[in-house]
């Protein structure tokens, strides 16, 4: 399999399992430090305004106070899970805005703009991630390896699985999934799916998601208890 990169940094979890942190604008702003995270994603459905300038200057921002730091810009809608109503139209042109000052774009698998923003990825030889969210549960197997085809089918380079567990079957299942498909990333929302953000990467999902200052899933750890477990092991 190619390698698999955001910016410069190689995915490789057998290796390294790798830590994302994702961040809104007011994070942008006010922390110093990102600890020992791999990654950045800029949450820009939970930045304080949606107005072009105000995020064009957040990202640059970030790539002065953080240089080398591979960088997802991610803006879900209001039906995607996303913090605020923001229209597909407003996504596209914000996407098309940043996309010279980010590594990799992610973007709902089933969104209306998907193949658009997969095309400007590609033009800006960006990474694409094709998302999905489930915060109810875990859908069958069939489900899955729907979205993952529906992924690599508009030219996503990574599929990012996260779903919600109801049962250990659902976190077997989830788990099955990583260990039989590449390149993907997993992740089991909630209390029932906490370890599995310790562990999914340990099996072949390419990152976690850890918080720094703002929690943007259910069951989200700190970057410190994730880097605390992986030191163990």
Do not use: W
Not at 88 to 114: G, M, N, Q, Y
């Amino acid at each position: 399999m190619p390698q698999i990169k955001i910016g410069s940094l190689v995915l490789s979890p057998q290796e390294r399992p790798a830590v994302a942190v994702p961040l809104t604008d007011v994070d942008v702003s006010s922390v110093g430090t990102l600890q020992t995270a791999d990654i950045a994603e800029l949450r820009i459905d939970m930045f304080v305004t949606h107005s072009l300038p105000h995020i064009i200057d957040i990202f640059k921002t970030f790539k002065n106070k953080f240089p080398g730091v591979p960088v997802i810009a991610t803006c879900r809608s209001k039906e995607e899970g996303g913090a605020a109503a923001i229209a597909d139209e407003l996504r596209a042109k914000i996407f098309t805005h940043i996309i010279d000052l980010t590594d990799a774009i992610d973007i709902e698998v089933e969104s209306d703009i998907s193949a658009e923003i997969s095309t400007l990825a590609s033009k800006h030889s960006k990474t694409l991630i094709a998302s999905y969210h489930n915060f109810s549960q875990t859908p069958d197997e069939k489900k899955l390896e729907e979205v993952y085809e529906q992924g690599r089918q508009i030219g996503a380079r990574i599929v990012k699985i996260a779903v919600t567990p109801n049962n250990m079957g659902d976190i077997k299942r989830l788990t099955e999934f990583t260990l039989n498909h590449r390149p993907v990333v997993t992740i089991a929302m909630g209390d029932k799916g906490m370890a599995s953000r310790i562990f999914l990467p340990l099996v072949g999902s390419l990152f976690t998601f850890a918080s720094l200052e703002t929690v943007t899933a259910p069951g989200q750890m700190s970057i410190v208890e994730v880097r605390k477990f992986y030191q163990t092991f």
